[in-house]
């Protein structure tokens, strides 16, 4: 969805930025249906990536502020690539958990497949399970059992796990957005653009729930990675309203996708891909990145290097 790849810059956020960005986002902060002790996915406070253990001082520093501001059902999100032995895991587990920490949230899914070791991942969820309890929590954890079954080590390419369970992509909850519309687009039904143009995005645009700050400090409505609707740092303008008129590619795509590609084919000769698109966001990032490319004027297309980390 966001385009991450080691081949960004590594452009953390200041400590000071982060605490500034949690104080604003503290009040609003919604706990887990089972209490601010408990995590749950959409509730909470989730520190995630990119990977954030690449950077274990400034995590462990979030994960301080966020405690000190009194912010309920925080958890981290990991792909698991630095459980290389036990002592280290749990040596890290245990400093965040006394820093205010609650749970963690182990990612599995045939593409960390790729990158990283099972056997890392088995070793995340079992400490993390003896330090958090309940709340170390595995997503997929379809993906999970399958892998302990099929007595998976080390690493596989996908195509090679694909060979070895050919129901997997079945079980995956794989969103047709991000680098997936270029990476995978073989695995969808294409349709022609025309066929999204009365397509709004106004309820994803506007969703009050599970949305992200990036390390650029861009507040990322929902899922729609490279749309930023402005700074949080500065929160309070963001809550006042957003004026359209000072971001046309937001108002267009409030409007109908249909306008954003009228506008994209008129003004920077956008065409239609001949082989046509999997989802609405696939038409409408391809449309958004045909853009940023040529031109860093729109505002709202942030961060820009996304447009650029596609493929």
């Given at each position: 969805?966001?385009a991450c790849s080691?081949?960004?810059?590594?452009?953390?956020?200041?400590e000071?930025?982060?605490?500034?960005?949690?104080?604003?986002?503290a009040?609003?902060i919604?706990?887990?249906?089972?209490?601010?002790?408990?995590?749950?996915?959409?509730?909470?406070l989730?520190?995630?990536?990119?990977?954030p253990?690449?950077?274990?001082?400034?995590?462990?520093?979030?994960?301080?502020?966020?405690e000190e501001?009194?912010?309920?059902?925080?958890?981290?999100?990991?792909?698991?690539?630095?459980?290389?032995?036990d002592?280290?895991?749990?040596?890290?587990?245990?400093?965040?958990?006394?820093?205010?920490?609650?749970?963690?949230?182990?990612?599995?899914?045939?593409f960390i497949?790729?990158?990283?070791?099972?056997?890392?991942?088995e070793?995340?969820v079992?400490?993390?399970?003896?330090i958090f309890?309940?709340?170390?929590?595995i997503y997929?954890?379809?993906y999970?059992?399958r892998?302990?079954?099929?007595?998976?080590?080390?690493?596989?390419?996908l195509?090679?796990?694909?060979?070895?369970?050919?129901?997997?992509?079945?079980?995956?909850?794989?969103?047709?957005?991000?680098?997936?519309?270029?990476r995978?687009?073989?695995?969808?039904?294409?349709?022609p653009?025309?066929?999204?143009?009365?397509?709004?995005c106004?309820?994803?645009?506007?969703?009050?729930?599970h949305?992200?700050?990036?390390?650029?400090?861009?507040?990322?409505?929902?899922?729609?990675?490279g749309?930023?609707?402005?700074?949080?740092?500065?929160?309070?303008?963001?809550?006042q309203?957003i004026?359209l008129?000072?971001?046309?590619?937001?108002r267009?795509?409030?409007?109908?996708?249909?306008?954003l590609?009228?506008?994209?084919?008129r003004?920077?000769?956008?065409?239609?891909?001949e082989?046509?698109?999997?989802?609405?966001?696939?038409?409408?990032?391809d449309?958004?990145?045909?853009?940023?490319?040529?031109?860093?004027e729109y505002?709202?297309?942030?961060?820009?290097?996304?447009?650029?980390?596609?493929?």
């Amino acid at each position: 969805m966001y385009a991450c790849s080691p081949k960004w810059r590594a452009d953390w956020p200041k400590e000071g930025s982060i605490k500034l960005i949690l104080e604003q986002l503290a009040s609003s902060i919604k706990p887990s249906p089972h209490g601010p002790e408990n995590i749950s996915l959409n509730h909470g406070l989730h520190f995630t990536g990119g990977e954030p253990f690449l950077n274990f001082k400034l995590l462990l520093n979030a994960v301080e502020t966020a405690e000190e501001l009194r912010i309920p059902s925080t958890f981290v999100e990991t792909n698991c690539f630095w459980c290389i032995n036990d002592e280290q895991v749990e040596e890290k587990l245990m400093v965040l958990k006394q820093a205010g920490l609650k749970g963690i949230l182990v990612s599995v899914n045939p593409f960390i497949l790729e990158q990283v070791p099972f056997e890392r991942v088995e070793r995340a969820v079992k400490t993390g399970g003896k330090i958090f309890g309940a709340n170390m929590t595995i997503y997929q954890e379809t993906y999970y059992r399958r892998f302990k079954s099929l007595g998976i080590r080390d690493t596989l390419t996908l195509d090679q796990y694909l060979e070895k369970d050919k129901w997997a992509l079945h079980h995956s909850e794989l969103l047709p957005m991000g680098r997936a519309c270029y990476r995978l687009n073989h695995l969808f039904v294409k349709y022609p653009a025309k066929a999204f143009f009365d397509e709004r995005c106004i309820s994803e645009l506007t969703r009050s729930w599970h949305i992200h700050v990036d390390n650029y400090f861009n507040y990322v409505p929902g899922y729609c990675g490279g749309i930023s609707l402005g700074d949080v740092r500065d929160l309070n303008a963001l809550t006042q309203g957003i004026d359209l008129q000072d971001k046309p590619v937001l108002r267009m795509l409030v409007e109908s996708i249909g306008n954003l590609y009228e506008f994209a084919s008129r003004e920077f000769n956008y065409k239609e891909k001949e082989e046509g698109y999997i989802s609405k966001c696939h038409l409408c990032i391809d449309i958004r990145r045909h853009i940023a490319q040529q031109t860093g004027e729109y505002k709202e297309l942030q961060p820009r290097e996304l447009y650029f980390n596609l493929e």
